[in-house]
């Protein structure tokens, strides 16, 4: 079982930059391959970001290469999400995954626990 929370959502200018954090408790953190996914309002979820368990194997979605940076501390049970360059497309609810699969994945079938979600506005 892998319990995430996710933090450091809010209002920020089209431009600027935010940093997400999903603190994770469970054992099995630190073998688990991790997420980020997005939903703006009246869309699906998407894939944003995903990283492989000792962080080696990363990989992004077109629409955010370049411009956010997902990493990982096992020390401190924490994934992370850089999101710098901000557009207000990017605005929606960001959930961190886990998977019980020690490597990435890219679509919302490869993992199995969610958080409850942090806000992103992006304003124009």
């Known amino acids: 079982q892998v319990q995430l929370v996710e933090s450091g959502g809010g209002l920020v200018q089209a431009g600027g930059s935010l940093r997400l954090s999903c603190a994770a408790s469970g054992r099995t953190f630190r073998s688990s391959g991790m997420g980020w996914f997005r939903q703006a309002p009246g869309k699906e979820r998407e894939f944003v970001a995903g990283?492989?368990?000792?962080?080696?194997?990363?990989a992004y979605d077109d629409s955010v290469k370049g411009r956010f940076a997902i990493s990982r501390d096992n020390a401190q049970n924490t994934l992370y999400l850089q999101m710098n360059s901000l557009k207000p497309e990017d605005t929606a609810v960001y959930y961190c995954?886990?998977?019980?699969?020690?490597?990435?994945?890219?679509?919302?079938?490869?993992?199995?626990?969610w958080g409850q979600g942090t806000q992103v506005i992006v304003s124009s």
């Open positions: 990283i492989s368990w000792r962080g080696g194997r990363t």
């Open positions: 995954a886990a998977s019980s699969s020690s490597e990435l994945g890219a679509t919302i079938d490869r993992y199995d626990y």
